[in-house]
């Protein structure tokens, strides 16, 4: 019975006007901002492995291009709707991760700490709306490629 529900209710969940507008919205401006953030690990790929390095990241300078890649990939996989769990996951984790490691406010200097803390709730904010496109994985979305592993 309750996954009748759920199927039910996942095939209703872009049915009201201008939802799947909205919902398409929301993913290009998610999906584009973050994909430009990860143009700007390989435009400033000194600048940011040199910030990892400071703050005890292993192999800095990969560490920045691969993230710079993740965010791209992750950023353009939920714009378009293509392999939407592994790039709404992949961000998720790396976004958690990176708040905790890089942007850890409360072992810095009083002086960065406002620009740490703003980074680090930036970095909160995202890794949970990555977490909300992931639990719709599963379901079709409107104006999507649609294209998965699975």
């Known amino acids: 019975m309750l996954d009748t529900i759920l199927l039910q209710g996942a095939s ?3 049915n009201s006007a201008g939802s799947a507008e909205v919902f398409l919205l929301a993913r290009l401006l998610f999906g584009f901002v973050l994909a430009f953030m990860g143009l700007n690990h390989f435009m400033m790929t000194d600048g940011l492995a040199g910030y990892s390095e400071a703050k005890g990241i ?4 990969l560490a920045t291009l691969f ?4 965010l791209i990939f992750g950023g353009l ?3 378009t709707g293509a392999f939407v769990t592994l790039a709404a996951g ?5 976004l958690l991760v990176s708040a905790v490691t890089i942007h850890d406010f409360w072992a810095v200097p009083e002086d960065q700490q ?3 803390m703003t ?3 930036k970095n909160a904010v995202m890794a949970g709306a990555s ?3 992931l639990a719709l994985a599963s379901a079709p979305w409107p104006y999507a490629l649609g294209v998965s592993l699975l």
């Open 114 to 116: 406002q620009d740490e």
């Open 12 to 14: 209703d969940l872009f």
């Open 67 to 70: 993230s710079g890649g993740l």
């Open 90 to 94: 992949g961000l998720a984790v790396f």
């Open 58 to 61: 292993p192999a800095p300078r």
């Open 119 to 121: 980074s680090f709730l």
């Open 77 to 79: 996989g939920v714009a």
């Open 131 to 133: 977490l909300a496109f």
